[in-house]
């Protein structure tokens, strides 16, 4: 029988549905080789309950889901506790039947989200608002300003050449060219001091591999050589402008674009000089005993010294120097050891001979700058050069004008920017900022201006400059963003504490229109992170424009444990055996919401990528009623096994790991994965969920989101779920860097399509 006459009958009374369909399945005769009819069928079915239901209420039918082989014979031995894994099939991205699955799992989720009536309202809309000019903060190297812009709509964003502040601006890159859908993305950059070479890092596909080019500035031609197998790379000139420190993995079997999964090891930093040909590059620093460490290195302003910062996991790094006597390396550099121990942070900032500055927070939580004098690099002849703050975090600091620091702090989740003396510490002044982030900085020590780009929930972008050559220091505003069709005097952002389970003060702001009712009936979206000392600052989005705007909705960004908003107390609070921590504080922020009449659950949406994909995943699985729909983007879900794939083992300073029995028994607490249940009368339905991959995640594999989803329809199946469990699989894209904005559109014209078809929500024009 074939495919079209197996579907047929599920189309019965619905004739022009069937026609529509029916011309689709005429296209796809390749894959019907490939898709099994169970999938076939599954898609038929869904494409008519979604089609066939016009109104505006949640889509509430029930879903055939594809059937995924379950393989009970997978147990693993975690310390004693035997652990089912049936979906261990699904791990390997090559295999025809991994591949069969997503594309089924595709075929049921596209239909639901196409039939979305709003759908090309939405689209527009957001295209219309993200067709705006977007531009980072003017840099100088050697006699010439750089600078980059995306116009409104183009895929990636364009490097620009002039020859003065004021002088006519000329494209120096424009990666647009190098692909012609937009997934080639520039990935990593630096000049040498001079400004007559430029090494740019390419990306495909949103792949974290990447491949370093060399241009010439003043021809714009690129050098021959092409420094390939580079990955989370630091890339260092030597000051005669000629040489490149930089830090790659060695050649290993199999593919390396993106698709693989195999750990990521023995990175080596290695040394390339200008116009030859890679295979003579030469290892400078390696660790074979240690093949996991990533090796940073940062040739100092003077340029006498290598600085040389392994790092094991995603927090505390060890501290090398070597001396630079001769700028044509030929070989290993023998290296002094200044910090023995993974206990803290050392960031290299500037020095002046031997005397360097760092940023630590070695005994120092919220952050400390420090001097170390390479002569006598023992801790007990360390200086503090700027104290601890009591309360704001020291986020970063810039070396400028000579003498001088560019501090930023974070305070309260909000930016504070200031100038500082680098010989004494001593602050010279504060740069007014409204309640917001600073998104960019540039300034060089040898430089006398800066330039900082401002940003807050309604405001898109103001960058200002400052003349450091003539007091007093009064920033002056270069350029400033504007949106059409956006008016942010009709909107109000605020910031609130609430407690979380265990009464600590959790900070979130809230964002909506002015005058919103406070009557429970507004959709709310509440978007987390909480991991790796990262801080959710405010930010400029046009999707959440587009919410408030046309859905009448308010934002809640809740800033939970275990980010950086408040140092490294705030980090720890939420990491490790504390990781329950980061779950109740978001938890608690949708309690929140509700209990202040901003809305309620059936109209929650939670929303969290990478970690925060974690964040949701747990959250949907501990408080299922607490939400209306989740969207769970490249989440770590598989918490038994993220460290064997990729650079998965790095994450093992937040989350611990199953080899060791003490974490193993925290870990499968809260395991997405672990902990699905199936919905029934003592257990409430899973909130509509959309769970989201790219085939070229090599951050965050597929494949957590791929045995999360078959867990999870598994569970539903036959059960009292109603609302979606759907997956989203993109491809050429990856982690989320370097996506082309025609795929950014897309993905956000999704995710409102599925909360507005699974809360029945209504768009107002």
Not at 320 to 343: C, M, R, S, W
Not at 407 to 436: C, N, W
Request: proline residues 5%; negative net charge.
């Amino acid at each position: 029988m074939s495919l079209r006459m197996a579907v047929r009958p599920f189309f019965a009374n619905h004739s022009r549905i069937w026609a529509n369909y029916s011309l689709f399945l005429s296209k796809q005769t390749t894959l019907t080789h490939q898709i099994s009819y169970k999938f076939k069928l599954a898609e038929a079915r869904q494409v008519l309950c979604v089609c066939a239901s016009t109104s505006s209420a949640p889509r509430t039918m029930s879903f055939e889901y594809p059937e995924a082989r379950r393989d009970e014979t997978v147990v693993d031995d975690y310390h004693g506790t035997l652990i089912k894994d049936p979906y261990r099939w699904l791990e390997d991205p090559d295999s025809n039947e991994t591949k069969e699955f997503i594309e089924a799992e595709n075929k049921i989720t596209r239909p639901y989200l196409n039939a979305c009536p709003v759908k090309d309202d939405i689209h527009e809309r957001l295209t219309e608002l993200w067709n705006y000019p977007k531009y980072s903060c003017p840099f100088r190297r050697g006699d010439r300003y750089f600078f980059f812009k995306n116009t409104g709509l183009q895929n990636q964003n364009v490097l620009y050449v002039q020859d003065s502040l004021d002088g006519e601006a000329r494209v120096f890159l424009d990666p647009n060219t190098l692909s012609e859908d937009g997934t080639i993305a520039l990935s990593g950059s630096r000049f040498t001091e001079d400004g007559a070479t430029f090494a740019y890092g390419l990306s495909a596909s949103g792949s974290d591999w990447i491949t370093i080019h060399l241009k010439d500035v003043a021809t714009g031609k690129d050098y021959p050589e092409v420094l390939e197998k580079v990955k989370f790379a630091s890339m260092s000139w030597t000051k005669d402008h000629k040489g490149l420190f930089y830090s790659r993995y060695p050649d290993q079997t199999g593919k390396t674009d993106g698709s693989e999964t195999e750990v990521n090891r023995d990175q080596k930093l290695c040394f390339h000089r200008l116009n030859t040909p890679q295979k003579d590059d030469v290892i400078v620093v390696e660790f074979p005993e240690e093949p996991l460490w990533r090796i940073g290195a940062e040739v100092t302003d003077c340029g006498k010294y290598l600085i040389v910062t392994p790092v094991r996991d995603c927090r505390d790094n060890l501290l090398f120097f070597a001396e630079l006597n001769d700028y044509n390396v030929t070989g290993k550099l023998p290296l002094t050891q200044i910090v023995h121990k993974f206990e803290a942070d050392y960031e290299y900032i500037t020095n002046e001979g031997s005397v360097c500055i760092f940023r630590t927070n070695k005994n120092a939580p919220n952050y400390r700058l420090i001097k170390i004098d390479l002569r006598h690099p023992h801790e007990d002849n360390w200086q503090t050069l700027i104290p601890e703050h009591p309360t704001d975090v020291l986020d970063w600091a810039s070396a400028v004008d000579g003498d001088k620091l560019v501090i930023h702090y974070v305070r309260d989740v909000k930016s504070v920017l200031q100038l500082h003396s680098a010989e004494t510490g001593d602050m010279i002044q504060t740069f007014d900022l409204p309640v917001g982030s600073v998104v960019g900085f540039s300034g060089k020590k040898e430089q006398t201006e800066i330039f900082y780009h401002f940003m807050s929930f309604l405001t898109p972008g103001v960058i200002y400059h400052v003349d450091l050559s003539k007091k007093p220091y009064d920033p002056t505003v270069f350029r400033e963003v504007k949106v059409k069709g956006f008016d942010g005097s009709q909107y109000e952002a605020k910031q609130v504490f609430y407690s979380s389970k265990d009464g600590t003060k959790v900070p979130m702001f809230i964002v909506s229109k002015k005058d919103l009712p406070r009557d429970g009936s507004n959709p709310a979206l509440v978007y987390g992170y909480g991991g790796f000392n990262i801080n959710i600052q405010p930010s400029f989005s046009v999707t959440r424009v587009v919410f408030m705007q046309h859905f009448n909705g308010v934002v809640a960004i809740p800033n939970i444990r275990g980010g950086g908003e408040y140092g490294e107390r705030w980090h720890n609070a939420g990491r490790l055996l504390n990781k329950q921590n980061v779950f109740d504080d978001f938890q608690a922020a949708a309690e929140y919401l509700i209990a202040e009449k901003y809305t309620k659950p059936s109209l929650i949406t939670i929303q969290g990528g990478s970690n925060g994909g974690l964040l949701v995943a747990a959250c949907i699985n501990q408080r299922p009623d607490l939400y209306g729909a989740a969207i769970v983007q490249v989440g770590v879900l598989d918490m038994l096994r993220f460290q064997k794939f990729t650079i998965g083992h790095a994450w093992t300073s937040d989350y611990g790991s199953s080899d060791n029995e003490t974490q193993f028994r925290n870990l499968i607490k809260y395991s997405p994965l672990h902990n699905i249940h199936v919905p029934d009368d003592e257990r409430p339905e899973y909130p509509a969920t959309l769970v989201l991959t790219a085939d070229h995640d090599d951050r965050v594999v597929p494949l957590h989101s791929l045995k999360f989803i078959a867990a999870l329809q598994h569970a539903a199946r036959n059960s009292r779920q109603k609302r979606p469990l759907l997956a989203r699989v993109d491809t050429k894209a990856g982690h989320g860097g370097g996506k082309p904005t025609t795929k950014i559109i897309d993905e956000n014209t999704d995710i409102l399509c599925f909360m507005t078809q699974a809360l029945g929500l209504k768009f107002v024009k």
